[in-house]
């Protein structure tokens, strides 16, 4: 079922389960998008988007993910996610200070989160 809300639509799975969003682009387009609104692929129409997330489900939380610390890229895993809102652990032995650090970033952008 798809719910549209201006220029985004929920996109859930038959048990009403939230597996993403699809985002309206200038040019008539749908991006696909993560739960916490990170887009996960190109725009396409709104009906290819929509079977992008249906058919990828939520896996996309468990693919390697990359934050932005300062001026570097870390490893960190999904621990939790929710519209607007991603929970990040740390991952990267090469950065112990920061290992299993957990960090919440509101509204992600590509700029500070994106997948490995």
């Given at each position: 079922m798809t719910q549209q809300h201006g220029e985004t639509a929920e996109v859930r799975r038959d048990d009403?389960?939230?597996?993403g969003m699809l985002r309206q682009v200038t040019d008539g387009g749908w991006v696909p998008c993560a739960v916490f609104g990170l887009p996960l692929a190109t725009p396409r129409s709104a009906e290819a988007a929509r079977g992008f997330l249906?058919?990828?489900?939520?896996?996309?939380?468990?693919?390697?993910?990359?934050a932005r610390e300062g001026g570097e890229w870390v490893t960190v895993q999904i621990v939790e996610a929710r519209p607007g809102e991603v929970t990040v652990s740390y991952a990267d032995y090469g950065h112990p200070k920061l290992f299993n650090e957990r960090r919440t970033l509101q509204e992600p952008s590509p700029d500070d989160l994106r997948r490995a």
């Open positions: 009403g389960e939230l597996i249906l058919d990828h489900g939520l896996g996309y939380l468990a693919d390697r993910w990359e």
